[in-house]
């Protein structure tokens, strides 16, 4: 591989471009490709088929062996609540290969001293996300459980189709929650999709297991997404602990 | 595609190409190896990287430990021919254990030097 090479795609990882490494297994040659460069012929389905499916593999093209390494943009995760659980939640996401940004107007909450590591915004969701709108590659992991800091972030995360949205609270709490969404002007589906009580049915007690809760439960909706259409509004697991 | 975490500077948490940039910018002579294709139960995906120097330093995986050392060695060869290597790991017979894969899988890896 080309040194010249290497440079480009880590600079178009940087800088969350998706791009594929395609190397011709018969002469070793490889070349680069960004999402949105033209490519024609076999090699152009098959480019189009791996940066939707985001696989990585080898692909028979134009009469080559060619190996298609498939590089998409890493997850983000944005937590709304500078709480406990996510001191705990922020490293242990990051770890994991997520860009992680914790949000919280409340500055007793979003100090440095709590959060030293970490992208840490202590404004309003809807300023601190200004420069990074939540997209499809987005978890958003509310955890405030006060409407006036969650509500926004969740809405905007439904309306983005961000791939996990979860909300902390007791079910009282969610049905309050879900009652305002709904007056907002959200349908049932989308609603449906927030994972309340957050994180999976692990009997989860302290801030530091219910992060590991949480970021398990993220990491299934990274890895095994539900086709959209067959998705059910969830219902919470009989017995699952209140959160 | 590991974020770096600030304050954190060891070498493992950089991702293995972001790392391979930079041994090249250090001089360091280096070989890159990719699981290009897996079959039944393999422990890293298609696409993992394992970048080796010319001293045998690596970062990275290709399988879960098990067959690493094996690549490793392979890349000192590939790291002084400049020649692109296919190596292919699986479980046929006992004595395979030894650079085998225990979970029974097989993998195929591309080993090729950054020029």
Redesign the interface.
Known sequence: ???QL??Q??AA?RNRQAAILL?D?GD?GSRLILKGDPVTGDLGTAVAKAFLSA????VEADGQRL?L???VP?PRMVIIGAVHISQALA?MA??A????RVIDPRTAFATPARF??VDLVADWPEDALEDQPIDAFTALVAVTHDPKIDDWPLTSALNAEAFYVGALGSRKTHGRRVERLTAAGLDARQIGRIAAPIGLDIGAQSPAEIAVAILAQVIAALRRPTDPAQEQPSSPAAGSPVR | MTTPIPGQTLDDQLDPLTLAERWMADGRKVAVATVIETWGSAPRPVGSHLVIDADGNFSGSVSGGCVEGAVISEAAEVISSGEPKMLEFGVADETAWQVGLSCGGKIQVYLERIV
């Open positions: 591989m080309d040194l290497l440079t795609l880590n990882r190397t297994l070793g696989r990585s593999g080898i190996f390494n498939v590089h890493s490293p990051q770890m290969g997520f860009d992680v030293s590591d």
